[in-house]
């Protein structure tokens, strides 16, 4: 039989109706601060998703017993970071609406800012857990308070103190330091401390937004990136630590700052595909161990 044209993420091709999640991508990088490119992430990891197989030997666990559907890309305003974020927004509410599970794939990093402003209205007391090489706590970036050098800033204005829990971070200026010591959880450098926050947000079993900013992990494995940043943590590494936080109510994630035309060997891209299918395999685990 002949069928649509269509590209899915690899094993995201549920209907509508009975998925359980939703994935949908912010092709957008217009306030990129250094290297542009991330608007084509959503793109490529859909198409690069294929090289894959959808069974995960980390997990014993299978794409195809999750039911997610793949709502493709959103088509953003590039000149209106604020125009292209209440598209996003209002994409995770409805999402949020029918009671299923955003996946959000950027895109910069200020796309996360729309996903958490829809998150934060369904779930006052949302929490934020932060993986990224970069602190994003930035009050502006050369004048623009929407910038990915400032996304955990605005997001802080919607969930307040204590409830952004960072790790991995090992790049920012002296006043992002000096406000996360006294506004937000910040791990320097790799995932000390994961393990205990995790413990607490299971027992406490608040809502959690999950976001991750690929730069976290080491430029020799993932250089597809605008600001790459060196020192970082190794894939196996972020695996554990995906897992460790899939366990808590994770309400709503993102994947973001793939750039693949700045690794043209792909191996970027492979690193991206996988990390998303992890994810989407550790937080169906996750939630049908909480059903
Ligand atoms: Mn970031
Ligand atoms: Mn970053």
Redesign the pocket.
Known sequence: MLRKNIETFLGCDAEYRPASMVLFGAPFDSTTSFRPGARFGPSAIRHESFGLETYSPYQDADLTDCEVFDSGDLELCFGSSETALVDIESRAAEILRDGKFPLLLGGE?LVTLGAVRAAVKKWPDLHIVHF???A?LRDDYLGARLS?ACVLRRCHELVGDGHIHQFCIR?GDREEFRFAAEHTDLHKFDFSGLEELCGWLVRTDVPVYFTI????LDPACFPG???P?SGGVNFLQLLDAIRKVSAARVVAADVN?LAPMLDPTGASTAVACKVVRELILALCHGNTKRK
């Open positions: 990093h990224d090489a970069h994003d990915h790049s900013d690929l730069d976290c990136t605008g600001t940043e700052e």
